[in-house]
């Protein structure tokens, strides 16, 4: 480990024994420290706050002669990082960074301590640490996913593709023990290596490194899979119903793949046995097959209220001092109300279309958002007030954290600032935008009753309207994220499949999100007309967007942002999509269900991306022609 990293990090050993301050007075300078970026002065504050801290947790008692000792079984490295967890859980990031600092410096071969280390940091502002704590934590701990997911986070793809290369060579240099073999398997799993997966267990069963046949039988279902090798999966899943620890997750895995098989109505009864016993008080998670199915059967309104398995849901619940409502008609009895915002940007938007609906019932009321969506949804929806809430995803590094300063729980801090929190609590009542679906969209006629809501600036149309040509069809062409994954990347396209367009009369505009320069010369060569989009940021200048697309005659995406905002703008829109799961929200004629103006196709094969490359040209044949 390197010095600065040991400076900065390995507190255990660089404890200053100063007089000790009150714990009020500890907290108030050590967030001053985080606030100010004085790593210094925390770690003079550090002993002295996770001894109070932990006093308070009932990890450390004190004694009669004022020594402090730890009173859990356990080491007190250990001790000290439950203690780091349980301050992060309620916000105090202070009191959590000095808690597993001192447990790193105590045992600095822990890689969970380092994973916790990490995130806090992350969520204090410092990413530069956290990256090294990121690296520190796979150094100790290679197999573990989550060490393997932060390394993706802030290293990149390319880095994460070479250690999940490298994990046959790992578990062979830790001699093929059970943990070793187990977690390799995982790993490749997760992060979409099915073969691979499937070859280390092949190799870690013969070898008996896995010597459990159940086991082994639930890890090849999990790689099968991946492999969308389905009809294999659901054999091996259903022999594990019954098996005490694999059986529970083994139906939920199971009736995901009925699920892409189309076999919905088993597969919703498989998953709703698994979740038979649960403990209601605590939040079974969102379900999203079930979720799909259940729309795409008709039971929308059924679909919607899977919102409240969310633990985002009990959160907002439990965490938040305010009055939490599920039903619409309690919100509108409120003399003010606020709505919280989630999901990703462009679910905010979609949903978006139920706004007329809140406000035409509710009074003062106040609705969360996206602050590069700001301006585009104050013009949209002047009767409704927006807060702007910069809202955190896991698969990026956190943005503004100062935002959270005064969040009391960090199950809140993904869609909560201190000023939405404030907000919520003062209202007369509050509920999630999610948690309104239900009873604003209750069924399939409920939706699709305006061809669009969202209004653009009309100086950005104008201006874009100068600098388009007019001699043919104009089309704005997406492919893929700008988050990946093995599980994102399934529904996209790479540039390479997009060559069967070359047959579609018109220009292609590239309005693609962090495209990079290998796609465009992709897309160059097998695509006769493109055209790239100059003085546009396809990150963060929404109105530019809204104002370009609003030119356009057609726009070709599959289920990401630039889909729902050309959805709203009324800008006829192919979709396309590659799995089961992208169907959810098309009619068997291709008609969307939230946008007039959309369209769904899909290949066939449903996965096969010269199909769908196909698929999208029929498509955009039928809307130009309709223009």
């Given amino acids: 480990m390197g010095n600065e990293m040991r400076h900065r990090i390995d507190l255990g050993q660089t404890m200053s024994s100063k007089r000790s301050l009150p714990f009020e007075r500890t907290a108030r300078h050590a967030a001053a420290a985080i606030s100010n970026g004085d790593f210094r002065e925390l770690r003079r504050l550090s002993v002295h706050a996770v001894r109070v801290v932990g006093v308070k947790a009932g990890l450390i008692k004190k004694k009669k002669n004022g020594v402090a000792h730890l009173t859990k079984k356990g080491s007190q490295a250990e001790n000290f990082r439950k203690l780091a967890e349980q301050r992060f859980a309620h916000w105090s990031l202070p009191a959590a ?59 990149g793809g390319e880095t994460l593709g070479r250690a999940l290369d490298g994990i046959p060579d790992v578990v062979e240099r830790r001699y093929w023990t059970r943990s070793a073999a187990i ?14 997966a499937l070859q280390l267990l ?19 279902g999990i790689a099968h899979m991946r492999l969308r090798e389905f009809e294999k999966a659901v054999t091996l899943f259903g022999k594990l119903f019954e098996h005490q620890s694999y059986g529970r997750a083994s139906k939920i895995y199971a009736g995901d793949c009925l699920y892409e098989l189309g076999r ?30 259940k729309f795409k059967l008709g039971r929308v309104r059924d679909a919607f209220l899977e919102a409240r398995a969310r633990g985002l849901t009990y959160a907002m619940r439990e965490d938040v001092n305010g009055k939490y409502v599920r039903c619409l008609s309690t919100l509108a009895k409120a003399e003010s109300s606020v709505v919280i915002a989630d999901y990703g940007i462009g679910d905010e938007i979609r949903f978006a279309s139920i706004y007329p609906d809140l406000s035409a019932k509710c009074s003062n009321l106040t609705i969360t958002c996206e602050p ?37 729980s960090r199950r809140l801090t993904p869609v909560f600032s201190k000023a939405a929190l404030d907000a919520a609590e003062n209202a007369g009542a509050f509920t999630s935008i999610f948690e309104m679906l ?8 409920s939706f699709g009753k305006v061809r669009s809501y969202l209004v653009p600036d009309e100086r950005h149309v104008a201006k874009w309207a100068k600098r388009i040509p007019r001699n043919g069809s104009n089309i704005a062409l997406s492919w893929r994220s ?54 546009l940021d396809l990150m963060d200048d929404f109105e530019g967007m809204a104002g370009f697309l609003a030119n356009m005659d057609a726009v070709v995406a599959p289920g990401n942002t630039t889909a729902e905002l050309a959805g709203a703008l009324g800008v006829p829109t192919v979709l396309f999509g590659r799995t089961e799961g992208s169907k959810w929200r098309a009619y068997a004629d291709g008609r969307d269900v939230w946008h007039k103006s959309v369209l769904n196709v899909f290949g066939d094969p449903l996965n096969d991306p010269e199909a769908t490359a196909i698929a999208i040209a029929g498509g955009l044949s039928k809307l130009i022609g309709k223009n």
């Avoid at 502002?125 to 573990?144: I, Q």
């Avoid at 799993?189 to 691979?196: D, V, W, Y």
């Avoid at 807060?387 to 300063?405: H, K, Y």
């Fill in 264 to 293: 919905f109505d088993t597969a919703i009864t498989i998953i709703e046995s698994a979740y038979e016993g649960d403990d209601p008080s605590k939040p079974r998670g969102f379900n999203n097959p079930l979720f799909y199915m």
């Fill in 438 to 445: 239900a009873d604003t969209r209750p069924r399939l006629s």
């Fill in 183 to 196: 977690n390799g398997v995982k790993a490749l799993s997760e992060f979409g290596r099915g073969e691979q």
């Fill in 202 to 220: 092949n190799d870690a069963f013969e070898r008996g490194a896995i010597p459990d046949e159940f086991e082994a039988a639930y890890l090849a």
């Fill in 482 to 535: 700008v988050l990946n994954g093995a599980r994102r990347d399934i529904n996209y396209l790479c540039a390479a499949d997009l060559a069967p367009l070359a047959d579609v009369d018109g220009t292609f505009w590239i309005f693609q999100t962090a495209v990079e320069t290998d796609e465009l010369e992709i897309l160059k060569s097998v695509l006769p007309n493109v055209r790239v989009i100059r003085g």
């Fill in 97 to 155: 960074l000095v808690a597993v600092n001192r447990s790193i410096g105590m045992n600095p071969r822990d890689s969970s301590a380092y994973r916790l280390n990490c995130e806090i940091l992350e969520m204090i502002g410092d990413s530069s640490t956290a990256r090294t704590s990121a690296l520190e934590a796979f150094r100790r701990d290679p197999l573990n996913p989550k060490s393997l997911t932060l390394l993706g986070k802030f290293f």
């Fill in 372 to 408: 590069r969506l700001h301006s585009l949804l104050k013009r949209s929806f002047p009767e409704v007030h927006f807060l702007p809430v910069t809202r955190w995803r896991g698969e990026m590094i956190v943005r503004n954290p100062e935002t959270r300063a005064g969040v009391t």
